[in-house]
């Protein structure tokens, strides 16, 4: 079945680099998502990969993808006092009539001035 | 270019009471899922729906319906509620054939009382 467990809480000094980390069961997953939720908003789409990808780089995120020992990570260089959120892991299978997205507990990442 | 929009922001109802909710997904989307975020949990797939028809669900009772309209908005009503379906409502809409690439709406907080 689809499980997707993260760590809850990271904490990080300002200018430094966060790395967050996801844990996913189902080998079969063909996307894996990071979404960044601010306190009282929405989800909102920061990067994701395909699953046949080992690292993707977009500014200051890099995802790497082990798919071995099924684990999601995401590095946000250079953290900014406006990355405090919380970070949801997700997966999708992608199969006909199973377009669903399954998500992580979250992690809530504090930045230390 | 609008993005995903939901209405109400925040609703407050009494146990055993109905309750509908509205989403309009982003411009070129015609499928629209709806999730539920339950303080401190990720969010759970409710159901989804497409040429107005639900397309896939979750594992949600049926007090959870939805619909869709031929514009591609979509509601989601909870009859007969309960104190633990206080939660963020979200719905996130994506295209078909780009099911990967799903956006998010603002959500709407429901509370039950």
């Known amino acids: 079945g689809e499980d997707v467990e993260q760590s809850l809480f990271l904490s990080v000094r300002e200018g430094d680099s966060s790395v967050i980390n996801c844990t996913y069961t189902d080998s079969s997953s063909t996307y894996l998502y990071w979404y960044k939720q601010e306190p009282g908003a929405g989800l909102q789409l920061l990067t994701y990969i395909f699953s046949n990808m080992d690292m993707k780089q977009d500014q200051r995120l890099t995802v790497l993808l082990n798919k071995k020992d099924k684990h999601l990570s995401l590095r946000i260089a250079d953290t900014q006092t406006g990355d405090s959120a919380i970070y949801f892991c997700?997966?999708?299978?992608?199969?006909?009539?199973?377009?669903?997205?399954?998500f992580g507990t979250g992690t809530r990442l504090t930045i230390i001035p | 270019d609008a993005g995903v929009t939901q209405s109400p922001t925040h609703l407050i109802k009494t146990r055993g009471q109905q309750v509908t909710l509205r989403c309009s997904p982003k411009?070129?989307?015609?499928?629209v899922s709806w999730y539920q975020q339950a303080l401190g949990q990720g969010p759970q797939f409710i159901f989804q729906y497409y040429e107005e028809e639900e397309r896939q669900r979750g594992n949600f009772p049926d007090r959870f319906s939805g619909h869709q309209f031929p514009n591609y908005s979509s509601e989601l009503n909870v009859n007969a509620l309960l104190l633990g379906d206080s939660a963020l409502y979200l719905c996130?809409?994506?295209?078909?054939?780009?099911?990967?690439?799903?956006?998010f709406g603002p959500g709407t907080r429901l509370t039950v009382t």
């Open positions: 411009s070129g989307h015609d499928t």
């Open positions: 997700a997966e999708i299978l992608l199969t006909f009539g199973n377009e669903k997205l399954t």
């Open positions: 996130a809409s994506s295209k078909t054939g780009l099911s990967y690439e799903q956006y």
